[in-house]
């Protein structure tokens, strides 16, 4: 088998650069390990930058995410009880749009459905060879049989777990593990609010999402090895009833139908790139999800990608791909420090070595936020970089 460029992983990131090299006439090979019924069952984020939508419309991938996203114009920020909107059209001009990482992977499937793109689903032992040379291929097992993808590139959008990082020989990684992790429930409830809520509450972070006018998404800061089995659903409510609670307001309650506990980490490569080896999305990093930005981080990175390989491919311009790497980590680090921000911001840090540091950290938490209330400037950085970097 021979094709241009191998994909490997067909998340948001290898789906989406499958995309940008069709309508360049650019031929590619998706390889998945997992099942296209598992692929379209995970649940994740849920938040798209305008550059994102940008890039999505651009592409004429906007059909459903027209249909079904939901503008927002800003997010509410509470500490115990006091409410405060940050309004990111009057602040920067811009918005974000609520529709879920299932629905834009679904999406993308169908539309790669429709124009015949080879994906292959459940391949096993994908292993990467001849990465520094002009003859770089890709071997797996396919339903038992061995095969071997011949290709010019190989890019490796395999997320966290995936072998292509590994493949990077000398690789560092820069790490950060919380304490912490979100418990997230997906519910059978119209959402309480308009925007969305980020909560700081003595007990721990709370926010209120939503996936659409029907279903809610609301998250807990949990202990990170927490379990799953110890908390019911009415011990769920009662928490978000608790840290979310705010006077003349209502959080409604509805059938849970989704529950899981994620850990928490910040993870940056020092490199995205190694011989005809790119790497993309959560490949390459990870991010707390307080800032919303894992999903848009696999968007620009591809983005990014995709103009290089079409610049490398049609034109024998490398400039791009020599630079991929560079340029996708420094718009990274810049998502890397928000997203550490608005983690450390909101959530209870009961690592503090004893009471007294843990309450200087909180009452400095409170004060935080509380200048952001009162401050433009602060309002308008945190507008800008929640609805998004330049790509
Ligand atoms: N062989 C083939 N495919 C693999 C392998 C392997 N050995 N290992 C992993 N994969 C696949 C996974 O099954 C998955 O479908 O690679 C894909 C990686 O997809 P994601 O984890 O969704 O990563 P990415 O496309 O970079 O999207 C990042 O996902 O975790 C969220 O918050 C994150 O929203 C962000 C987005
Ligand atoms: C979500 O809807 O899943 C979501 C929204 C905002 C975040 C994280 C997750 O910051």
Same mark, same amino acid.
């Given at each position: 088998?021979?094709?241009?460029?191998?994909?490997?992983?067909?998340?948001?990131?290898?789906?989406?650069?499958?995309?940008?090299?069709?309508?360049?006439?650019?031929?590619?090979?998706?390889?998945?390990?997992?099942?296209?019924?598992?692929?379209?069952?995970?649940?994740?984020?849920?938040?798209?930058?305008?550059?994102?939508?940008?890039?999505?419309?651009?592409?004429?991938?906007?059909?459903?995410?027209?249909?079904?996203?939901?503008?927002?114009?800003?997010?509410?920020?509470?500490?115990?009880?006091?409410?405060?909107?940050?309004?990111?059209?009057?602040?920067?001009?811009?918005?974000?749009?609520?529709?879920?990482?299932?629905?834009?992977?679904?999406?993308?499937?169908?539309?790669?459905?429709?124009?015949?793109?080879?994906?292959?689903?459940?391949?096993?032992?994908?292993?990467?060879?001849?990465?520094?040379?002009?003859?770089?291929?890709?071997?797996?097992?396919?339903?038992?049989?061995?095969?071997?993808?011949?290709?010019?590139?190989?890019?490796?959008?395999?997320?966290?777990?995936?072998?292509?990082?590994?493949?990077?020989?000398?690789?560092? &990684?820069?790490?950060?593990?919380?304490?912490?992790?979100?418990?997230?429930?997906?519910?059978?409830?119209?959402?309480?609010?308009?925007?969305?809520?980020?909560?700081?509450?003595?007990?721990?972070?709370?926010?209120?999402?939503?996936?659409?006018?029907?279903?809610?998404?609301?998250?807990?800061?949990?202990?990170?090895?927490?379990?799953?089995?110890?908390?019911?659903?009415?011990?769920?409510?009662?928490?978000?009833?608790?840290?979310?609670?705010?006077?003349?307001?209502?959080?409604?309650?509805?059938?849970?139908?989704?529950?899981?506990?994620?850990?928490?980490?910040?993870?940056?490569?020092?490199?995205?790139?190694?011989?005809?080896?790119?790497?993309?999305?959560? &490949?390459?990093?990870?991010?707390?999800?307080?800032?919303?930005?894992?999903?848009?981080?696999?968007?620009?990175?591809?983005?990014?990608?995709?103009? &290089?390989?079409?610049?490398?491919?049609?034109?024998?311009?490398?400039?791009?791909?020599?630079?991929?790497?560079?340029?996708?980590?420094?718009?990274?680090?810049?998502?890397?420090?928000?997203?550490?921000?608005?983690?450390?911001?909101?959530?209870?840090?009961?690592?503090?070595?004893?009471?007294? &540091?843990?309450?200087?950290?909180?009452?400095?938490?409170?004060?935080?936020?509380?200048?952001?209330?009162?401050?433009?400037?602060?309002?308008?950085?945190?507008?800008?970089?929640?609805?998004?970097?330049?790509?």
């Amino acid at each position: 088998m021979r094709t241009k460029v191998a994909i490997i992983g067909a998340g948001p990131a290898g789906l989406l650069l499958g995309h940008i090299l069709q309508r360049a006439g650019i031929g590619f090979t998706i390889l998945e390990r997992t099942s296209r019924e598992h692929l379209l069952g995970r649940i994740r984020a849920g938040v798209l930058e305008q550059g994102s939508v940008d890039v999505l419309g651009e592409l004429g991938l906007d059909a459903d995410l027209r249909e079904r996203g939901l503008t927002h114009h800003g997010i509410h920020l509470q500490h115990e009880g006091q409410r405060h909107h940050v309004d990111f059209v009057d602040l920067v001009g811009r918005t974000v749009t609520i529709y879920g990482q299932q629905a834009l992977v679904r999406h993308l499937l169908a539309e790669h459905d429709r124009i015949g793109s080879d994906i292959r689903f459940e391949v096993a032992d994908v292993e990467l060879h001849g990465l520094d040379g002009s003859s770089p291929h890709v071997s797996f097992t396919d339903g038992g049989t061995a095969g071997v993808l011949d290709c010019d590139v190989v890019v490796g959008a395999d997320g966290y777990h995936g072998p292509s990082r590994p493949a990077v020989p000398g690789l560092r &990684a820069f790490e950060r593990e919380y304490p912490f992790g979100w418990l997230g429930i997906l519910a059978d409830v119209p959402p309480s609010t308009d925007d969305l809520i980020y909560a700081l509450h003595p007990d721990g972070f709370a926010m209120h999402s939503m996936r659409s006018l029907e279903v809610s998404r609301l998250y807990l800061q949990v202990d990170r090895d927490e379990s799953i089995d110890d908390w019911s659903d009415a011990r769920i409510w009662d928490a978000l009833q608790t840290r979310l609670g705010s006077d003349g307001w209502t959080l409604h309650e509805g059938a849970i139908t989704e529950k899981s506990i994620t850990p928490m980490r910040s993870f940056v490569v020092s490199t995205m790139s190694h011989g005809r080896l790119f790497l993309a999305g959560d &490949a390459g990093h990870i991010v707390p999800p307080t800032g919303a930005k894992g999903l848009n981080s696999a968007i620009a990175d591809v983005t990014l990608l995709g103009r &290089a390989l079409v610049r490398s491919i049609r034109d024998g311009d490398e400039a791009g791909l020599d630079g991929y790497s560079d340029a996708a980590l420094a718009r990274q680090w810049k998502v890397q420090q928000f997203s550490q921000w608005m983690t450390d911001m909101l959530h209870v840090h009961r690592e503090a070595p004893d009471a007294s &540091a843990r309450d200087f950290r909180y009452r400095s938490q409170v004060g935080q936020l509380e200048y952001l209330f009162g401050s433009r400037h602060a309002q308008e950085s945190l507008a800008e970089q929640y609805a998004g970097l330049p790509f």
